[in-house]
């Protein structure tokens, strides 16, 4: 798959594909990066991208005319070695959140062409004309897109296959449908007691069933904590065990007082 990046700043973007395990998807060629500056098909000795906002306002808006002209070379390069059109994926807070599922889709696909904006925006005549979707993280804002593209393509690397040790790694990974989209239980490693404080003793019983059992009620009193609308979607979905069920129960119950 590939993703190419229209970004004003392609240093941010540095040894990213030599880091960490995605650097696989990567070296392998699973994932190729392309990255464009939209400043290279801007005119004048400026090479100006940007401009002050009709109606008054702070800051700046980025122009339509440059941003069309790196699209068209993307597209026309695309065209050249695949064929297909990608989508055009602008990173805004107005965006969808991205989520688990869109992740897996996009790993089981064959890429996008990544939009990054800065200032106060992008003029709207290009996003209405040219943007396919629009995503965000969450209900904060960036200085630009950069970062949001960098976590899609890490999220969408880290998927492909090879590139995680165990290839069953990713489905441990909080909400993944194999823990029915809850969150992650809380993991331990050596020594066995640090600072005063113990492994749970399911964990050093060696008695499968017991620790796939501790793991499981872990999950759901996390989730239950800290993001209860995962577990009602997964409680309204069907998804839940009886065991589960019951665990919640108990968990439920109030405490008698001494």
């Keep these: 798959m590939r993703f190419d990046v229209i970004t004003l700043f392609p240093e941010l973007f540095g040894s990213f594909t030599q880091a960490g395990v995605i650097r696989r ?4 060629g699973q994932v190729e990066l392309r ?28 122009m ?13 390069e695309r065209a050249d070695a695949a064929g297909a059109e990608a989508p055009l994926v602008l990173f805004s807070p107005i965006g969808t959140p991205l989520r688990h599922t869109a992740v897996a889709d996009w790993a089981a696909g064959q ?12 003029d709207q005549r290009f996003v209405d004309r040219y943007v396919t979707q629009q995503i965000s993280l969450g209900d904060f804002v960036l200085s630009g897109g950069e970062i949001a ?9 880290r998927l492909q296959p090879g590139v995680l040790n165990d290839e069953g790694s ?3 990974d909080s909400f993944n449908p194999a823990l029915d989209g809850l969150l992650d239980c809380p993991h331990y490693t050596r020594p066995e007691v640090w600072a005063g404080e113990r492994v749970p003793a399911e964990l050093l019983s060696g008695h499968h069933a017991q620790i796939e ?3 499981r ?13 995962l577990l009602a979607k997964a409680r309204a979905d069907g998804r839940l065990s009886r065991a589960d069920e019951a665990y919640l129960r108990h968990l439920e119950r109030p405490v008698a007082p001494d």
């Design 111 to 122: 890429g996008a062409i990544l939009l990054c904006g800065r200032y106060e925006g992008i």
């Design 64 to 76: 339509a005319e440059p941003l069309l002209r790196c699209l068209e070379a993307i597209r026309a």
């Design 35 to 62: 990255l464009w500056n939209p400043r290279d098909y801007a005119e004048g000795n400026y090479r100006r991208v940007d401009d002050r906002p009709f109606g008054g306002g702070p800051g700046m808006v980025m």
């Design 25 to 28: 998807a990567f070296d392998s």
């Design 149 to 157: 593209a960098l976590a899609l393509i890490d999220a969408v690397a």
């Design 213 to 215: 059992r501790w793991r």
């Design 217 to 229: 009620e872990q999950s759901l009193a996390l989730t239950a904590q800290r993001r209860p609308d």
């Design 170 to 172: 990713h489905q441990a």
